[in-house]
């Protein structure tokens, strides 16, 4: 790519930015949400039609203005926002528009289903191709999404965060498909904010900041503080502030005992049984496990966004009987939940950047019955700058943000119910590495003020670094506990992947 630029109203979203990728090269793409990384492969795949500059394929200068054009060209692109159809099946949302057919045209289904289960066995998934995509988890469709690319035969392949939903375990097979395919030749654009991804996997590194080209550096000839530096434009010190372990004996601010959850194959719902654990206020415990675990359903059935007859627990919250009866219940009980897929489950995308953070608090700013424009208001504006949200107003759509800016809102809607226990799934899920500080900051800052935090996390390093205490699930049953110290990532894989307790080192 020469020379590429791309204006939007009112944002020079990209200016003379170049990229070269060989074949068989793992080229890694960097830089904060709104750097332009996602706009210019947009304009490689063919998303965006109009821009400045020229894309070249074996030194020939080719026409990309339609993702039809990309595809006729090998050009397929794993899109960071899942691009599927919910009510369709696995199968049928791989083969889109390319259905294979049967001598006399009818869907040959036999066939699609056939190479459907060949793609997603190389990851490891048994899913089965007839099943709607809206039944499976986020980290199910991720890899549904690769193997929809995959089935394009590609000589170019654009993953943009592919592993921001998937545990240590379906990373390391990914990786191993992303290895497969530069060995055939095939050069992948990867795009990552998880540093560590790039030790591992990155030939170069190209970094970009408010959408001009910074450098490109060789993969294992540049460490982390130098591309943070290059990235965000100065040195960000510490990653993780949390230094300080919470003090044992506090007061417990939540206490599971015998959580058990029915499984539901067809909704994509992992079974729980008899899981306890408790988290004393101010204290972060984090949830490990591999995809399909049960960690979501965990924080699910303490918000009461679980069926009610499909589980079964002894809780208590701040001492007291607690049994969510629904969202809104364990709202005004203290308990928030920020969900791991927040474009579905927290956002209103369509709406204001003042609806979205003060829907769950509106009761908050009544006055005799009436709501006061004034006080909610206040209360947006505060918790805008407070988390330092990039926003050129409040009634911004929401879906006009940046990812970073997205979960920060989210965030502010989660702490303006002023919650006592905070649920916490995927909280950094594709954002770039300054807006994780600053959400690391924040949430020592509420551990601090006596908040319990219940945080489940696909990156080791982030649990490790964050949390007081690990609790590693398997199949729906707590399989290790580690304390802060005594923790590593290979004695949480070894839990994550056993069906029976695994003793903490030293234990």
């Not at 303006?416 to 899920?429: A, F, G, K, Q, S």
């Amino acid at each position: 790519m020469r020379g590429i630029s791309k204006d939007f109203p009112g944002v020079r979203a990209l200016q003379d930015v170049s990229l070269t990728v060989r074949a068989g090269e793992v080229a890694a793409l960097l830089g904060e949400n709104g750097a332009g990384k996602s706009t210019l492969m947009n304009i490689l795949s063919g998303v965006f039609g109009s821009y400045e500059g020229h894309v070249l394929m074996n030194g020939r200068q080719v026409s990309v203005h339609s993702p039809r054009d990309a595809q006729q060209l090998g050009i397929g692109m794993i899109h960071q926002e899942l691009n599927l159809v919910p009510e369709l099946s696995v199968a049928d949302n791989i083969f889109l528009g390319r259905e294979l057919r049967t001598r006399w045209g009818a869907l040959d289904r036999t066939r699609m289903d056939r190479r459907t289960s060949e793609l997603l066995s190389g990851f490891g998934l048994r899913l089965s191709p007839r099943r709607a995509v809206r039944q499976c988890r986020i980290a199910e469709q991720q890899l549904i999404e690769v193997a929809k690319a995959l089935s394009l035969n590609v000589r170019v392949l654009i993953m943009d965060e592919p592993t921001s939903a998937l545990a240590a375990a379906e990373v390391d097979r990914l990786f191993g498909v992303i290895r497969n395919l530069a060995r055939q030749g095939v050069a992948v654009v990867y795009i990552s904010h998880r540093l560590e991804e790039l030790d591992e996997i990155a030939d170069s590194v190209t970094v970009l900041r408010d959408g001009r080209l910074i450098g490109r550096r060789a993969g294992r000839e540049v460490g982390h503080a130098e591309l943070i530096r290059m990235m965000v434009g100065r040195p960000l010190g510490d990653l993780y502030p949390r230094e300080q372990a919470a003090m044992e004996g506090g007061e417990v601010g939540l206490l599971v005992e015998h959580l058990n959850l029915r499984g539901d194959q067809r909704n994509g719902r992992a079974a729980l049984h008899d899981v306890n654990f408790r988290i004393r206020s101010g204290e972060i415990v984090g949830l490990a496990g591999l995809m399909g675990a049960g960690r979501t359903e965990t924080l699910e059935a303490v918000f009461g966004a679980q069926p009610r007859r499909a589980w079964s627990s002894r809780m208590r919250l701040n001492g007291r009987p607690y049994s969510p009866r629904s969202p809104h219940h364990a709202l005004r009980r203290g308990v928030a939940l920020l969900a791991e897929d927040r474009k579905a489950q927290s956002l209103v995308l369509q709406n204001t950047v003042r609806f979205n953070i003060s829907l769950t608090a509106l009761g908050q700013y009544r006055r005799w019955g009436v709501l006061s424009r004034r006080l909610e208001t206040a209360a947006v504006n505060g918790m805008v700058r407070d988390l330092r949200v990039k926003t050129p107003g409040l009634g911004a759509l929401v879906n006009n943000l940046s990812g970073g800016n997205q979960q920060k809102v989210v965030l502010a809607k989660c702490l303006l119910t002023r919650p006592r226990v905070l649920l916490m799934d995927e909280p950094t899920r594709g954002i770039d590495v300054g807006a994780k500080a600053e959400i690391y900051g924040l949430m020592s800052r509420l551990a601090e003020q006596g908040v319990a935090i219940l945080m489940v996390s696909s990156e080791l390093p982030e649990l490790l670094a964050m949390c007081d205490r690990i609790l590693v699930l398997c199949e729906g049953r707590i399989t290790g506990e580690f304390h802060r110290g005594d923790a590593t990532q290979e004695a949480i894989l070894e839990a994550a992947m056993a069906r029976t307790p695994v003793l903490a080192p030293g234990a």
